[in-house]
């Protein structure tokens, strides 16, 4: 995945949090919980939240930007986020397969020494 898909999927997953009010910022626990589904350990977690806002005054809510820079952090730990499958996208249909029934009912070989 490219620079630019990891930007588009950073804002998606933020997106999918709901961000409160003007769309602004998710409460830590959100954030948090989005962040989380990376893979990576709760102390991992942490740090990277200390790193993404540093420098913040509040530590109970996440921005934007903050999310972006740590969904970055977390990417450069190792975490993954497994791309959603959209609902929108058709069934995978399978191709008929044609059977030939005409070996039906014959009778196998009995004489299995060979085999």
Excluded: C, H
């Amino acid at each position: 995945m490219d620079e630019g898909d990891d930007k588009t999927a950073a804002r998606e997953l933020w997106n999918a949090g709901k961000p409160s009010g003007d769309g602004s910022v998710l409460p830590a626990a959100q954030a948090g919980k989005l962040l989380a589904k990376s893979g990576l350990e709760k102390a991992i977690l942490r740090k990277i939240w200390n790193k993404a806002k540093a420098g913040s005054i509040s530590k109970v809510e996440m921005n934007e930007i903050e999310f972006l820079k740590a969904y970055e952090y977390v990417l450069e730990a190792g975490g993954t986020f497994q791309p959603k499958t959209s609902s929108k996208e058709p069934p995978i249909q399978l191709p008929e397969l044609e059977l030939d029934n005409s070996n039906i009912g014959a009778s196998a070989p009995t004489d299995v020494s060979n085999v």
